[in-house]
């Protein structure tokens, strides 16, 4: 299909009320659909698993938006001044400043975050005493927000601001843009603010370790810095929430699941991988820009072409043995959190923040159930992401 056509955009509220329904339909009709995001810019969305893959490793793939030929809010809606971070950048820029940032992030130094993170948890829980109780509310979104803010150093009483920011920030209709941008200004005046700080008054935190490799090393640009404290702040909050938000739902849904759960039969880290394959909280990888013309599933991707790759899509795909099924016990391999050098580098910390959640409610809430029928939930208005507005609960 010609990127000039007018193809029929598939961004619309199907999509968003019923994902997995519509990219089933999608996977059964063609690997690889042109069609246009809400804005009108064209866009190839790439649906099933082994060329999701393969696409998320393909140096043809950049993610610099500099690679793209043609325009629209979908894009990308950061300002220039927040653009210098992982996910606008490929080699050697990208493996210089991921492998700077990534030690905060290795298995072992978030493990030593388990401490604070519990009693962060327990905090939270105790404070949930009247039923019913929205857990989205009073658990999955409070929750990722301490845990970044205290890696990266930002103090207790701005955490409100930064909720409310991100909050404006994944606001996907169009109407929203305004108040989006408003949110990025503040949040980008704030962290040059706090940099300049930490920089007269160093602390024990990754915003201060980042200050000094730009400082003392000259590894990191102030466009990087301030870049990268935003891109983790933002990224490291909402794919979390989601990951909490869809586990206890997928549980919920499943009693058997949970019982199996609260009586040690099953492990809770499966539970979150085949959450991550079956309601995955990220649905769309970043956009990516064809390079040169190149084909992907069959189908012919003209150079500077939009491509976005679907991991909902493809976590449900029959690689995969029933599909639709929850099962915890299948074998992960997933694309939940992404593939290849862009994998997800947040990961060791959301599964364990999400681990520490579910855990504890369990134990102090045994008896969990939906206090809504599932037909009653509310799901965000995001082609992006996959979560709940609210989760409320009884026990």
């Not at 059964?28 to 866009?43: E, L, M, N, R, Y």
């Not at 959450?275 to 769309?284: D, G, H, I, K, V």
């Not at 500077?304 to 099962?327: K, M, T």
Request: charged fraction near 20%.
């Amino acid at each position: 299909m010609s990127p000039t056509s007018p193809p029929t955009t598939l961004f619309d509220s199907d999509l968003m009320s019923d994902p997995h329904g519509v990219y089933h339909r999608l996977r059964q009709a063609s690997p690889v659909h042109c069609t246009t995001t809400p804005d009108g810019a064209p866009v190839w969305v790439v649906s099933r698993y082994k060329d999701v893959r393969a696409a998320l490793t393909e140096p043809r793939l950049s993610l610099n938006k500099a690679n793209a030929r043609t325009v629209g809010r979908y894009q990308s809606s950061l300002p220039p001044e927040l653009d210098a971070h992982l996910l606008n950048m490929d080699p050697p820029d990208h493996t210089r400043l991921r492998r700077l940032v990534a030690k905060a992030f290795t298995a072992r130094h978030v493990e030593n975050l388990r401490l604070r993170i519990q009693a962060s948890t327990d905090e939270l829980l105790n404070a949930i005493t009247d039923q019913p109780a929205d857990l989205m509310q009073a658990l999955a979104n409070p929750l990722p927000m301490v845990v970044i803010c205290e890696l990266l150093g930002i103090p207790g009483q701005d955490r409100r601001d930064f909720r409310t920011w991100t909050n404006s920030l994944l606001g996907p209709a169009p109407d929203a843009a305004v108040e989006s941008r408003t949110a990025m200004r503040e949040m980008h005046r704030y962290l040059v603010g706090i940099i300049a700080a930490k920089r007269a008054r160093p602390t024990d935190d990754l915003l201060t370790a980042m200050i000094e490799a730009h400082d003392e090393r000259d590894s990191l640009s102030e466009s990087e810095l301030v870049a990268m404290a935003f891109l983790i702040l933002f990224a490291g909050y909402d794919n979390t929430v989601n990951l909490i938000g869809n586990a206890t739902l997928a549980m919920l849904l499943h009693p058997e699941v949970m019982a199996a759960v609260r009586d040690g039969h099953t492990p809770i880290r499966a539970v979150l991988e085949e959450t991550l394959r079956w309601n995955s909280p990220f649905t769309l990888g970043v956009r990516r820009f064809a390079l040169e013309n190149l084909t992907i599933g069959g189908v012919d991707v003209p150079a500077g072409g939009r491509v976005w790759v679907s991991l909902i899509s493809a976590n449900r795909d029959g690689q995969f043995e029933e599909p639709d099924r929850f099962r915890p016990e299948r074998t992960p391999a997933h694309v939940g959190f992404g593939h290849g050098i862009h994998y997800c580098l947040g990961a060791p910390l959301a599964r364990l923040e999400s681990e520490i959640a579910l855990t504890s409610l369990l134990k102090r809430f045994p008896d969990l159930q939906l206090a809504v029928s599932p037909g009653n939930l509310a799901w965000a208005p995001s082609f992006h992401r996959r979560g709940l507005m609210g989760l409320p609960v009884v026990w």
